[in-house]
């Protein structure tokens, strides 16, 4: 799969999160991550549908919505209607996770496992079924900011694998202290799609930092940028 290089808004400045949103998009990223937290289930509030639904407009790249809340698939419907063509859940999180991720391919949308790194990739086997995407958490979620796991490296190339031997078109993401001395590694394991909060802001413009990670990750997997 290509590499794709999906920017968090934690980092940018909430009260412009149009003009942020706007700025990601023509930057040139291939998504955009929304970490929508409950304050319990990790302990950090963010926004809900509503605010992503007004970001929406001002877009033309994807959105993807990764839910840090308890029992999230009360509110699948409102994000989907929010402009979310991507919904990452918890398995921890729902009542009946086989059927929430096929509820959220009845919306129309497209299901993602996201698994914090304490939870075991075995939650995801009987799965692969029903699932489009499986995000491994290279920090504890809750916080951008925060320093990049990379003892998590050998669960990212047991994803790829189980991925490999399941035959279907899965995404493998990471999100979790993903920059441009980080990203190589987890690109090498196998990932292929690359959440980036913090230090892609650290970029001097969105542009330069989208096509040098996606330039990293690309010579890790052994490929030429722009090739």
Known sequence: MPVKIVPSVLPADFSRLGEETAALSGAGVDRIHWDAMDGEFVPNLTFGPEVIGACRPHATCGFEAHLMCWRPEELFTRYVEAGCELLLVHPETLRQPHQ???????????????????????????????????????????????????????????????????????????????????????????????????????????????????????????EQPGG
Request: aromatic residues 4%; hydrophobic residues 45%; charged residues 20%.
């Open 100 to 222: 929430a991720y096929r509820q959220i391919r009845e919306l129309g949308a497209r299901a993602g496992v996201a698994l914090s790194p304490a939870t075991p990739l075995t939650l995801v086997e009987h799965v692969l079924d029903v699932i489009d995407l499986i995000l491994v958490m290279t920090v504890n979620p809750g916080f951008g900011g925060q320093v990049y796991l990379s003892s998590m490296e050998p669960k990212v190339a047991a994803a790829r694998a189980l991925i490999a031997a399941s035959g279907r078109p899965i995404e493998l993401e990471v999100d979790g202290g993903i920059g441009p001395d980080t990203i190589a590694a987890p690109a090498a394991a196998g990932a292929d799609v690359f959440v980036s909060g913090s230090a892609l802001f650290r970029y001097p413009t969105r542009r330069e930092g989208v096509d040098d990670l996606r330039a990293r990750a690309l010579r890790a997997r052994g």
